[in-house]
């Protein structure tokens, strides 16, 4: 016990543990931390004698879980892409508006035409929105400059979020996202002059926390990939991957050849692609955002997943184009209402599970030894938090122990 130990009291807390019991809910529950870290948490009855002199806070009856975690971001862009989401209205596919200029390619322009103090404050509205929904870790990728330059620059306004933001920020390399239209019809030369020396640099000089590409016919193939891939492994980094959103060419397979963290979107993934995932330990992470944006009628394998016991990751997928979205808890609803994830799947994929997606194991619980990172909530059960649509029941946000 310090001089920075807190004792939690009145509150439920479901711990998103592994646990029999749903949502490895505790009433009538106590939570004590110590600094950034949560020090003990179980029934108040069973509080330990060394905790109980402490000066109880009180939580008045809400509800705590681990604070949300949103591991597939792209909040790091300039630009818009409004017009486009018009065009789709007006019956355009987002192949046809990728293959005609628009798409990725369309934003890297407005990016590319930003500075780095410009893509840090167009990105905080955005990071704002998710902190306001208990957010405490965020994954960001690069992906719109698809050269040298702006590739780092965009880590760089990534890594930066920390310095204004209290929040946790994962970088994510995505130089094989498109190919620009100086490599048009070129995807090869790309991939080895630009994308794979980028990385290298981007490494170099300490920006990623791991590797992702997009696996699409629209962009680049399996023995592209693989290409970067190999980098990736040379380097150290782990990996991720945006696998079978728009046909099924592999990708989640391949992802798990390299035992990648995740494999991400996977509305194609056939069970093939489901038992490799399985065995590799990939998780799938699903982006409802972007299966609503662009209207799709082809949903994730939801059942397939659960059937061999793929742990299942969600996330907002914030960009400009697919998912121009920043609430955790609609994506929350989405998955639950549009591919029938259950309230529990839900909570746990934007904690434990999107924890896993990113490769850290001190967060996405409410367990001792993980951080402090906790939200508060005006609810009586965590199924809530999936139910409501447009409502945001957040009371308090406590991220590595301060509120």
């Not at 818009?80 to 989401?85: G, H, N």
């Not at 239209?181 to 794979?196: K, N, W």
Request: with cysteine.
């Amino acid at each position: 016990m310090t001089d920075n130990s807190k004792l939690y009291v009145d509150l439920t807390v479901a711990t998103m543990t592994p646990s029999e019991t749903a949502y490895g809910l505790i009433e009538d529950a106590a939570i004590v931390t110590n600094g950034a870290q949560i020090e003990w948490v179980g029934p108040l009855v069973d509080l330990p004698a060394e905790h109980a002199g402490l000066t109880r806070d009180s939580l008045g009856g809400r509800l705590v879980t681990p604070g949300l975690i949103d591991c597939h971001t792209h909040v790091v862009h300039g630009g818009d892409r409004a017009v486009e989401f018009e065009m789709r209205l007006n019956g355009a596919s987002y192949e046809e508006v990728a293959r005609a200029g628009g798409g990725i390619v369309s934003t890297v322009t407005a990016t590319r035409a930003a500075d780095l103090d410009a893509l840090i404050a167009s990105a905080l509205p955005r990071v704002d929105a998710l902190l306001a929904e208990s957010v405490t870790v965020l994954e960001v990728k690069s992906g719109y400059g698809l050269d040298r330059e702006t590739e780092l620059r965009m880590l760089r306004a990534a890594r930066a979020l920390e310095q204004h933001r209290p929040v946790r920020v994962l970088t994510t390399f995505l130089g094989a996202h498109a190919v620009p239209v100086e490599y048009l019809g070129s995807p090869d030369a790309y991939i080895d002059d630009m994308c794979i020396p980028t990385l290298r640099a981007a490494h170099n000089e300490g920006l990623v926390d791991a590797v992702d590409g997009f696996c699409e016919g629209i962009a680049f193939l399996p023995d592209q990939i693989a290409r970067v891939f190999d980098v990736a492994q040379e380097l150290n980094l782990p990996l991720k991957l945006h696998a079978e959103q728009l046909s099924n060419l592999g990708g989640a397979k391949l992802a798990a050849s390299y035992g990648a963290m995740s494999a991400d979107h996977i509305e194609y993934l056939d069970e093939d692609g489901v038992i490799a995932m399985a065995k590799a330990g990939t998780v799938a992470v699903v982006l409802p955002g972007a299966f609503y944006t662009l209207r799709e009628t082809q949903a994730p394998p939801i059942d397939a997943l659960r059937k061999h016991g793929v742990p299942m990751a969600l996330a907002s997928d914030c960009n400009p184009g697919s998912s121009p979205m920043t609430s955790l808890l609609l994506t929350m609803n989405m998955a639950c209402t549009l591919f029938r994830m259950t309230p529990e799947e839900a909570l746990t994929g934007v904690t434990r599970h999107a924890a896993a997606a990113l490769g850290l194991t001190d967060c996405g619980q409410v367990t001792p030894g993980q951080r402090a990172d906790l939200a508060v909530w005006d609810i009586k059960h965590p199924a809530e938090l999936a139910y409501r649509i447009g409502f945001n029941p957040l009371h308090t946000r406590i991220f590595g122990g301060t509120s």
